[in-house]
């Protein structure tokens, strides 16, 4: 079954402390890309990636870092967390040939709570 | 960089009435606008696409109208029915794909 997978799904953590969301899609997409979902702003996308070793900004990227080593997988990591990173956070890929877009899959979102 | 601007940001209609929710960009690049449907608890799901060489694009309810000029795009949903009820997300894709707020569509049985 063609998915993204992103874990874990629910997350509670301190400030300062490192973490690490995973996120994975079995689809051979060129394109992945992390955004996160707050109550009144909608999607904002934190970083994105054409393809392997190549990333990007989005509009909201401080305090975030990407890799991304292989096709399959784009992991978002938080070196040190505060509370205003307390959101809904999506994973998605899609397919990007002849620099034409295919429409998003998204993972199922991780609900990340820092205290 | 892009800009999506979407209203109304929540809309009741009445079961069987129809639904237009509105997007503008600000990228005149932009090529690619896709609709997605958010239900509670889950991430947001395609309902409809459509490319810049396009004006129109109809499935079904769902239609989706694309005025390149005034760089603004619109999702039509007709005989609306209480499944209907989500949040409908616009998008702009030039680069990275760029979302509008979001619309909370309620259709009350």
């Known amino acids: 079954e063609a998915q993204v997978t992103q874990n874990p799904r629910y997350l509670i953590t301190v400030t300062g402390k490192k973490l690490t969301v995973t996120c994975s899609q079995n689809m051979n997409h060129e394109y992945m890309s992390w955004y996160r979902q707050d109550p009144g702003l909608g999607l904002r996308q934190i970083y994105y990636?054409?393809?392997?070793?190549?990333?990007d900004k989005g509009d909201v990227p401080e305090g975030y870092k990407v890799s991304r080593k292989e096709k399959r997988n784009f992991p978002l990591i938080l070196e040190s967390p505060s509370p205003n990173q307390t959101s809904l956070y999506f994973c998605?890929?899609?397919?990007?040939?002849?620099?034409?877009?295919?429409?998003?899959?998204f993972g199922n979102g991780t609900r990340l709570t820092v205290t | 960089g892009e800009n999506v601007e979407q209203h109304p940001s929540t809309l009741s209609v009445q079961e069987g009435d129809s639904a237009v929710i509105k997007c503008t960009y600000s990228?005149?690049?932009?090529?690619?606008f896709p609709w997605y449907k958010q239900e509670l608890g889950k991430g947001p799901q395609l309902i409809i696409d459509i490319r810049s060489n396009v004006g129109e694009k109809k499935d079904q309810r769902i239609a989706v109208t694309l005025n390149k000029t005034a760089k603004h795009f619109s999702l039509h949903i007709t005989e609306t029915q209480p499944e209907d009820s989500a949040v409908y997300f616009c998008a702009a894709t030039r680069g990275g794909v760029i979302f509008g707020p979001g619309t909370s569509l309620s259709v009350i049985p």
């Open positions: 998605a890929s899609t397919s990007f040939v002849a620099r034409r877009y295919s429409p998003l899959h």
């Open positions: 990228d005149s690049a932009s090529n690619y």
């Open positions: 990636s054409m393809n392997v070793e190549v990333t």
